[in-house]
């Protein structure tokens, strides 16, 4: 086996454990008022129903109610409120509703034209990116894809002159052999009603960008390539390495999987976005850690994840192949593997609320240690010195990582925060089991907004305490490295 | 005496069947039994003659709350139906429509004059961020509106003119000229301002230096009521002041000294005559005009109620030459001495089941529209005078009358009317008839 040269990278789990993906549901539509009226009392029909005690017509008295007279001055059926709403300008979330489940039809139906019907024909950029995004839809291997209402701001309109909705959509998909559940990608649309019905005028980021823009929004031409647990996709700058190591990501999903001994639930497999032009990875995903070279974003279901404890059912994972493509393989397999391990038990973890005590040294570690398991210490390089030379140089760690050093904009702090992280995964693994890690990391995840998920972890999984098991990390750390 | 009462209005109504023939081919005739007729006349009157819906206007369908009303203004040749996103202006002649206009200030609208002055009126909306001074002040931002065009004269936010930066509009009218706006804060230092109808242009401004509570505040023709607790006042004090100038008029017949008493929360229906309540006490009180001791009032309840539940618009209180009258359940109706007036001949008065839509318009008595009830299925226009006299104005037809209400089952409809038509509106019409016009002759 080729001797990997690690070099140290900083490969991040969830982008934070704030507030920021605790955000369930949608924003909400502004709330309008009702004015101090009486409480309305359903109409009676506007024909008027026979009457037993009802008297002879006079002469003339008409017996029903004129047709009515729409607010665009067109006569429609008296009691029509389908052509009033329509020629009233209105544009209201039933209208929506039809648009988007039209667009969704095209979407599966294939129906290019009809899916691009949608977008204001007189916005040429526009409907140059909408096709693009079209193309690229029709390559991801959907088990379902469909758009949704989600919220208008302001609420909806009664006025017919310049009526516009801006309007967030929620892109609800399941990618086969990835997602256990249906997950949502939300964009805001600008909606106008033009003369053949409403149009699509702008496509923008979400108020909550939620994983936006995905590979498929702001890639032209996607490669996608997919194999039994892995979605690949890969722009022009890293197709051909897409092409070349696909079956090595087949591999690595399985690699990560056959070790995986903590039960079900985990994700069935992975989406795999690879490109080495750094500014299209900073971007992708809204994930928000520039210093990374790999990175996996949860993605929420499109129910409130607070109805499923908080979880997320699936993620993505983006990779920086800047640094791979003419290094050794195995140098892409660890983070590959690194990556998948996050997106494998992301499932798991509750990230319904902020983490009340630091444990990204487990998620990190558990993610290094499995990604490297298979090396032993002298086979790994850290910043080109041997795990040795590394660890004698940096010294014995007098504590766990802390979140702050781990996740370190300091990237020699967080080199070393992963290090120690990872080094504490084999410690425990040795001492306890592997299985024992995969138990201790399972109970942290579900437990990962309780104050004290890392010490009840250590006491009923471990049988120990954090006190503890530091203090022997700290002396294996001493003995063994 | 009531029978000639009651001959007086009724001589416009018998020369406007014989206009009216020619439209309606004619007039419906009552069973022998004629509900309409006092008891004190030996005389039939002719049957009154029956009104057709001339159009009908939808709602705006799956905007509910958007529709909601918050408004209704009758000029020669338009009127125009508030929501709260704005204004929706339609031909008299055919409803078709005349203009229409978001809310002019940006946020919803919060209200809007009762009336129109020279064909100007005044919207109240919430504003944006762009057009209020203060975040926190709501209903803060005051548009001049020419009903004819949609044109919107001027727009500024009230607090500019209150001088407070957190204050509002609670009330507002045009009259005299001026758009009038009563400060939303119960705080000393606000009162009121009169901005020029045209311009904008701040004209007068009540001394601010008493408490105006919400609805402490009405305005007929030039007449501007108010009632304000001052500094040192024990009670609160109700004045008349001129729209045009703001100067208080002298010796207006307003209640005063024992008929203030112990009302707390004075609110005032109608300025011309100055018709006061309160509901802040037990018993409720009602004071009409310059009547030395405030009434309490049994029933009065119905005329809280309808303040209550339609205080943006009034549109349940509908105010005559000396008498006064509320819908409801049944017309709940007070004379010019304070005490209540029960209307007598009401078509529907005798049904288990009925209802009563106080007609919000000009007058010279009050109107109300009865519901249909069996043995009297048509709604009936009725002008109630000030001694409880009822005369029938005019039946609407079947279709008219089926759409607000039979059998005691009503709508919760809100009526306008002018001498030419009535407008019924239903306050959610969501996709249904927002407005029907009821030609009247």
């Known amino acids: ?481 | 005496m009531s029978g000639n009462v009651l001959r007086g209005p009724v001589l416009p109504s018998l020369i406007a069947i014989g206009v009216l023939a020619a439209s309606v081919a004619g007039t419906i005739a009552l069973t022998g039994k004629d509900s309409t007729a006092s008891a004190s006349s030996p005389t039939r009157t002719a049957p009154p003659p029956v009104r057709n819906a001339a159009w009908v206007v939808n709602g705006a369908h799956d905007a509910p709350s958007l529709s909601a009303l918050t408004g209704f203004w009758i000029g020669p040749d338009v009127v125009v139906r508030g929501g709260v996103d704005g204004l929706h202006a339609m031909k008299r002649a055919d409803g078709s429509p005349a203009w229409d206009l978001p809310a002019p200030g940006g946020g919803d609208v919060c209200g809007m004059s009762a009336g129109v002055d020279a064909g100007v009126g005044i919207v109240a909306t919430q504003g944006t961020a762009q057009t209020r001074v203060n975040a926190a002040s709501e209903c803060a931002v005051i548009s001049a509106i020419d009903i004819a065009s949609g044109k919107v004269l001027w727009t500024t936010p009230a607090s500019m003119s209150f001088g407070d930066p957190d204050a509002g509009a609670a009330d507002y009218a045009a009259a005299g000229g001026m758009a009038i706006i009563d400060s939303d804060r119960a705080t000393a230092g606000t009162g009121i301002v009169a901005l020029d109808l045209k311009t904008g242009e701040q004209k007068w401004k009540h001394p601010g230096d008493c408490e105006h509570r919400p609805h402490a505040f009405a305005v007929s023709g030039t007449k501007v009521a108010i009632a304000e607790v001052c500094s040192g006042q024990p009670q609160a004090t109700v004045k008349v002041l001129d729209a045009a100038t703001g100067a208080e008029v002298p010796n207006a017949a307003v209640p005063a000294g024992a008929a203030m008493a112990g009302v707390s929360h004075p609110e005032i229906v109608s300025a011309d005559p100055v018709v006061a309540v309160d509901d802040g006490t037990t018993p409720k009180a009602l004071s009409f005009g310059g009547v030395a001791t405030p009434v309490a009032v049994s029933g009065l309840d119905g005329l809280m109620a309808a303040l209550t539940a339609n205080a943006a618009t009034r549109a349940q209180v509908g105010v005559g030459a000396g008498v006064l009258c509320a819908g409801g359940h049944q017309a709940a109706c007070w004379g010019a001495d304070g005490k209540a007036v029960a209307p007598r001949g009401l078509p529907n008065a005798a049904a288990e089941h009925h209802d009563v839509y106080a007609v919000v318009g000009n007058a010279d008595v009050a109107r109300v529209v009865t519901t249909g009830v069996p043995g009297h299925p048509r709604a009936s226009l009725c002008r109630v005078a000030g001694d409880g006299g009822v005369v029938v104005e005019a039946d609407l037809s079947q279709a008219v009358s089926d759409y607000l209400g039979k059998s005691g089952n009503p709508g919760s409809y809100s009526v306008y009317g002018d001498a030419k038509d009535l407008f019924l509106l239903d306050p959610h019409p969501n996709g249904r008839a927002a407005v029907i016009d009821v030609r009247l002759g």
């Open chain 1, 1 to 481: 086996m080729a001797r990997p040269t690690v070099v140290a990278w900083a490969a991040c789990a969830v982008l934070t454990l704030a507030g920021s993906l605790t955000v369930g549901g949608i924003a909400a539509a502004k709330v309008r008022e009702e004015p101090r009226l009486a409480p309305a009392s359903p109409a009676p029909a506007l024909t008027a129903p026979a009457q037993a005690a009802a008297p002879a017509a006079a002469p003339g008295e008409q017996t029903v109610l004129p047709a009515a007279v729409n607010a665009a001055g067109e006569v429609t059926t008296a009691g029509s409120a389908a052509g009033s709403a329509k020629a009233g300008g209105s544009i209201t979330q039933s209208e929506l509703d039809a648009f988007l489940a039209a667009h969704s039809t095209a979407l599966k139906g294939k129906d290019r034209a009809a899916f691009l019907a949608a977008v204001d024909p007189k916005n040429a950029d526009l409907l140059k990116q909408q096709g693009q995004l079209y193309d690229n839809l029709q390559k991801i291997p959907f088990a379902s894809a469909a758009y949704r209402f989600g919220s208008m701001d302001g609420g909806e309109s009664t006025f017919a002159q310049g009526a516009q909705a801006t309007v967030a959509v929620n892109f609800d998909h399941q990618i086969t052999g990835v997602d256990t559940a249906p997950v949502e990608e939300q964009y805001r649309w600008t909606v106008v009603r033009g003369a053949t019905g409403l149009q699509v005028t702008a496509v923008d980021a979400p108020t909550n960008r939620r994983g936006y823009p995905a590979p498929w929004d702001s890639i032209a031409n996607l490669t996608v390539l997919t194999r039994k647990h892995v979605v690949i996709m890969a722009d022009d700058t890293s197709s051909s390495f897409a092409k070349s190591r696909a079956d090595a990501l087949e591999s690595d999903a399985q690699y990560d999987f056959a070790h995986w001994t903590g039960g079900t639930g985990t994700a069935p497999g992975f989406a795999v976005f690879l490109t080495s032009n750094r500014d299209t990875y900073e971007g992708i995903y809204d994930q928000g850690r520039d210093e990374s070279v790999g990175v996996t974003v949860p993605m929420p279901a499109v129910s409130d994840p607070s109805s499923a404890g908080g979880t997320y059912p699936s993620s993505r994972i983006a990779i920086d192949t800047t640094h791979y493509k003419n290094l050794d393989p195995a140098d892409a397999d660890i983070i590959f593997k690194h990556e998948m391990t996050h997106a494998m038990i992301d499932p798991f973890e509750n990230l319904s609320g902020r983490s009340e005590q630091d444990h990204l040294w487990v998620v990190e570690g558990f993610a290094e240690w499995e990604s490297q398991r298979m090396y032993s210490p002298t086979e790994l390089l850290y910043d080109g010195d041997t795990l040795h030379a590394y660890a004698t140089k940096h010294g014995a760690p007098k504590a766990l990582p802390t979140d702050a050093q781990v996740y370190s904009s300091d990237s020699d702090a967080s080199s070393l925060g992963y290090f120690y992280s990872h080094m504490a995964m084999r410690y425990m693994a040795g001492k306890w089991s592997p299985e024992k890690v995969d138990q201790f990391v399972l109970y942290v995840y579900k437990n990962a907004t309780s104050a004290t998920c890392v010490d009840d972890a250590m006491k009923n999984v471990l049988s120990t305490t954090t006190d503890q098991f530091t203090q022997g990390y700290a002396s294996w750390y001493r003995s063994s490295l």
